[in-house]
């Protein structure tokens, strides 16, 4: 994957983004603990023949070197650009998952002539006591007990219907699966970072900024960050549509063709 250098609170970050597709510029970010081709896999394949994509991975996730220390909005929010202009977008359509639904919001805010449209998933303005409790838990068991965390991670991010229709054998390989996302000192760091930086975010002061048509999508049964953030964020930005979707917080790998069409029929929409 290509790399470019970001400034950043703590240095120079080595940010790596996965780049496709021909077309106009979509940028995707993903969420906690996730990466651009983990997040947003299906999405890539089935919208790379129609536009030109880019998914950065944030410092501490993925192939990204960031210098380490407490990671700021402002940080994420310049990986983003950093990874669109490298490579060669002047313009983008911007779609963001959890974490990276608040950092694409961010981008939206800080920087409106770049950014043509937003679609946002499981986004919110800023941790309430539950989303801290949750979030400082994750930080303490990704450090003590990495196979607990991703379980406890399922239970919470897999809408009820979804978690009905598996058997044990399907659990523990969902399980499994992203255990190994989290594999290694370094991995595990950067969750924790990540999740630490969950709790400080806050967009209230941004989202009048928020230019570009938004589509903001919310789950029913999202257990992490529940509807109600999602409703707050959409009374926060001028103009924003909200539509509730089936399923859970885990919505790209629980129901990636429906985020897929809700994205796409985002796109067709505002043109």
């Known amino acids: ?50 536009y030109t994509i880019v998914a950065p991975d944030l410092p501490g ?31 983008f359509h911007l779609v963001g998952h959890s974490l990276g639904a608040v950092v694409a919001t961010a981008v939206a805010g800080l920087h409106p002539g770049l950014v043509d449209s937003l679609t946002v998933h499981a986004g919110w303005v800023r941790a309430d006591a539950q989303m801290a409790f949750q979030f400082q838990l994750w930080k303490e068991l990704v ?13 919470t991010a897999m809408g009820k219907d979804t978690l009905r229709t598996w058997d044990e054998t399907a659990f523990d390989q969902a399980a499994g699966a992203f255990t190994g996302l989290l594999d290694g000192d370094r991995a595990q760091d950067g969750f924790a970072r990540l999740s630490e930086a969950n709790t400080t975010l806050d967009l209230t ?57 809700k994205v796409a029929e985002h796109l067709t929409r505002v043109g």
Do not use: C
């Open 1 to 50: 994957m290509p790399v470019v250098d970001v400034p950043v609170s703590g240095g120079i970050s080595k940010a790596h983004y996965l780049v496709t597709g021909n077309g106009p510029g979509l940028v995707l970010v993903h969420g906690t603990g996730a990466t651009g081709q983990a997040n947003w896999g299906p999405l890539i394949e089935a919208l790379s023949d129609r």
């Open 143 to 155: 450090r003590t007990d990495p196979a607990a965390m991703a379980r406890m991670l399922l239970l």
């Open 205 to 261: 002061g941004l989202l009048p900024g928020v230019t570009a048509p938004t589509l903001i999508l919310s789950s029913a049964d999202d257990r992490i960050v529940f509807p109600h953030h999602q409703l707050e964020l959409a009374d926060g930005i001028p103009h924003a549509r909200l539509l509730r979707v089936p399923g859970g917080h885990g919505l790209p790998a629980e129901n990636p063709a429906l985020l897929t069409e």
């Open 61 to 91: 996730a993925g192939g990204t070197r960031d210098p380490g220390g407490p990671i700021t909005l402002g940080d994420m929010v310049a990986h983003v650009v950093a990874a669109a202009r490298d490579a060669g977008l002047e313009r």
